[in-house]
């Protein structure tokens, strides 16, 4: 039986731990050190089931958040001791096995292991919001945007009502995230400022660490390239993304626009400094071969070789890179007059982000594909006196493509393409694209 000091040891690491969770999306990650340290006092030689599930808790949440190689074991060690029947109606050790299935980056856990506990959790508007941001996260990060979208909206409205400013910034900005991917990019701006302004007032580290973050796909969406670029900088400068799992897919990215904007040294210095990461790391079976391709960007077979690996994508924590490394090859497809490629991957990125809700980027990868597929390429006028440059943003804007998808298309800046069409209406005597289009589709002359 349970003794008087057993007791209260199991009150005061409850006691330590509920501060934490109050704590956690505003204190520096260094500073939860202090935390850990005290749990593992009260944990004692002989530690009581409840006080090591938050001890590990703790400890693994910190730990990932300081980059500590420990991390995982305590994680999986929280989760194993997390019985469901005996604690599935506390609300904090609920919160803790949820808080650890995220940060063990096994969001579909999020879901099919928790979502029953917190529907019967009878617990105040703070812990729901928590809860339910945690949830709406786990869903949007595995592919459920739709439900993912949901979830967190319920969440910032019970953080508006429990006066929880720092959980609403949160819930906030994971929402700016999932609407510019679900394609209200009018609401992800506005979400994201939003979340911008409540981290301030907050003076929450762990928010604005991420709102950079959840920018990304807002600029990819709209079709700013130049500001896409500069947030995943930003990121891959500062290392955000190691909490998310996205830690090295954004440097390949920023790599790949690198190498396809002509800068290939620029390109490999930023791989060369990371080692692929371990195959249980979400995108793993395929960063090896995407790091191939980035190193001959038109080689057919390096290409085909990193098509071949996004067959071993298949977690649902993998749905949305999936999509995009389909996307950004079927594109250099197309640019380098591969239709068929193109069409097969343009198809197969459609295809993923229709099933998952994302009609932001299903959007831009349509536009890609209509101009593959769609009012068959216009005819090539050899008679016109254009550089290869103005011909192809020519023939981008004569098929509807507005500057930025021209710009997203072709991997230059939509200033550049503004450029090349104020020579291009001057060489061929047009004054709209209407003309531009009627011009490129008049026969040659002879």
């Not at 935390?35 to 808790?57: F, I, K, N, Q």
């Not at 703790?58 to 995982?72: E, L």
């Not at 959980?167 to 979340?195: H, M, N, P």
């Not at 591969?338 to 991957?345: K, S």
Request: charged content about 25%; hydrophobic content about 45%; proline content about 5%.
């Amino acid at each position: 039986m349970p003794t008087d000091a057993t007791d209260e040891r199991v009150a005061a690491a409850r006691a330590v731990a509920e501060s934490f969770l109050d704590d956690a999306r505003t204190a520096d990650p260094t500073a939860l050190q202090a935390t850990v340290r005290r749990l593992e006092e009260l944990r004692g030689r002989a530690p009581a089931g409840e006080v090591e599930l938050l001890y590990r808790t703790v400890a693994g949440v910190v730990g990932v958040r300081t980059r500590q190689p420990y991390a995982s074991r305590h994680l999986d060690t929280a989760l194993r001791l997390f019985d469901p029947d005996r604690y599935g109606a506390d609300g904090l050790l609920l919160e803790c096995a949820l808080l650890c299935a995220l940060s063990a980056i096994r969001p579909h856990e999020a879901r099919t292991r928790f979502a029953d506990l917190v529907d019967r959790l009878a617990a105040p508007p703070a812990r729901r919001a928590r809860l339910l941001t945690m949830l709406g996260l786990g869903d949007a990060w595995s592919g459920d945007l739709v439900r993912g979208q949901d979830m967190l909206a319920r969440a910032r409205l019970l953080a508006i009502e429990a006066g929880r400013v720092e959980i609403q910034a949160e819930a906030t900005s994971f929402l700016a995230k999932v609407e510019a991917l679900r394609g209200d990019t009018a609401a992800a701006g506005a979400y994201l400022g939003e979340a911008r302004d409540l981290a301030a007032r907050a003076a929450s580290s762990w928010v604005a660490a991420h709102i950079a973050e959840c920018a990304v796909p807002l600029h990819l969406v709209n079709g700013d390239v130049q500001a896409w670029a500069g947030v995943l900088e930003f990121l891959v400068g500062t290392n955000v993304g190691a909490n998310s799992g996205l830690f090295y897919e954004h440097r390949w990215e920023l790599a790949t626009h690198r190498a396809l904007s002509g800068d290939a040294q620029a390109a490999l210095a930023l791989l060369a400094a990371v080692p692929d990461p371990p195959l249980e790391w979400p995108g793993a079976p395929a960063l090896p071969a995407w790091r191939q391709w980035i190193s001959a960007p038109d080689d057919p077979e390096a290409m085909a070789r990193f098509e071949r690996s996004l067959t071993g994508l298949n977690r649902p924590v993998e749905r949305l890179s999936r999509a995009r490394m389909a996307w950004l090859l079927g594109e250099r497809h197309a640019r380098l007059g591969r239709r068929a490629d193109a069409i097969r991957l343009l198809e197969t990125a459609a295809s993923g982000y229709a099933a998952m809700g994302a009609g932001g980027p299903l959007a831009r990868v349509t536009a890609v594909l209509d101009s593959v597929t769609g009012p068959a390429a216009l005819p090539v006028r050899h008679d016109l006196s254009l550089t290869p440059t103005e011909l192809r943003v020519a023939q981008s804007v004569a098929m509807g493509l507005s500057n930025r998808e021209t710009a997203a298309q072709l991997g230059v800046s939509a200033k550049t393409v503004e450029f090349h069409l104020a020579n291009i209406f001057r060489k061929l005597a047009v004054r709209n694209r209407t003309e531009l289009a009627a011009s490129l589709g008049r026969p040659a002359r002879t």
